[in-house]
T-cell receptor, first 116, second 111 residues
Framework: DAGVTQSPTHLIKTRGQQVTLRCSPK?????VSWYQQALGQGPQFIFQ???????QRGNFPDRFSGHQFPNYSSELNVNALLLGDSALYLC???????????????FGEGSWLTVV | QQQVKQSPQSLIVQKGGIPIINCAYE??????FPWYQQFPGKGPALLIA?????SEKKEGRFTISFNKSAKQFSLHIMDSQPGDSATYFC??????????FGAGTILRVKS
């Protein structure tokens, strides 16, 4: 049973460029969330997708956008990259159970983005 | 109100010791409190989690203590081993499938 898979593992982009990160959730999961983890900090919630729609969003600018496909996989897009966007981007998958908290959230290994 | 405050920032214990990591929150709407372990270059992995209607939960060598009135919870690692050296994050859930994380505690267990 494959866990949460992310690609690419590492990438380097230039300031002002755009980047797309990809995620496949754990088998049987239908909800994908994205987190940004800066060096030495805890993960910060970017947004969540369920049924191909953005359901919740954290305090991130519109430069951060996403998409969920019918097979539940997801993409995170970041436009007009800034040096401060350099971080580990984590994909998290879970099963939607309505508004009930407490279902287990699994994380992928992350995509390391360096903006130069 | 969406914050979780975690301490200490780093911790060194001898093998066999019991490191304790503490977290505090303000938002009483939080209703699920997991702890994650993260090794360098890896994603966070769930260790143990608790709901506020329970004061303590134990899984293997890991124990969560929860004080609802004080809005605090802590992780205890019994008989710590060098392989437990990692960064530990507490988290809280303000909504379904969403987590707010603490800043993390870097644990080093000396052999």
């Amino acid at each position: 049973d494959a866990g949460v898979t992310q690609s690419p593992t590492h990438l380097i982009k230039t300031r002002g460029q755009q980047v797309t990160l990809r995620c496949s959730p754990k088998s049987g999961h239908d909800t994908v969330s994205w987190y940004q983890q800066a060096l030495g900090q805890g993960p910060q919630f970017i947004f969540q997708y369920y049924e191909e729609e953005e359901r919740q969003r954290g305090n991130f600018p519109d430069r951060f956008s996403g998409h969920q496909f019918p097979n539940y996989s997801s993409e995170l897009n970041v436009n007009a990259l800034l040096l401060g966007d350099s971080a580990l981007y984590l994909c998290a998958s879970s099963l939607f159970l309505g508004e009930i908290s407490g279902n287990t959230i699994y994380f992928g290994e992350g995509s390391w983005l360096t903006v130069v | 109100q969406q914050q979780v405050k975690q301490s200490p920032q780093s911790l060194i214990v001898q093998k066999g010791g019991i490191p304790i990591i503490n977290c505090a929150y303000e938002n009483t709407a939080f209703d699920y409190f997991p702890w994650y372990q993260q090794f360098p270059g890896k994603g966070p992995a769930l260790l143990i989690a608790i709901r506020p209607d329970v004061s303590e939960k134990k899984e293997g060598r890991f124990t969560i203590s929860f004080n609802k009135s004080a809005k605090q919870f802590s992780l205890h690692i019994m008989d710590s081993q060098p392989g437990d050296s990692a960064t530990y994050f507490c988290a809280a859930s303000p909504a379904a499938n969403k987590l707010v994380f603490g800043a993390g505690t870097i644990l080093r267990v000396k052999s």
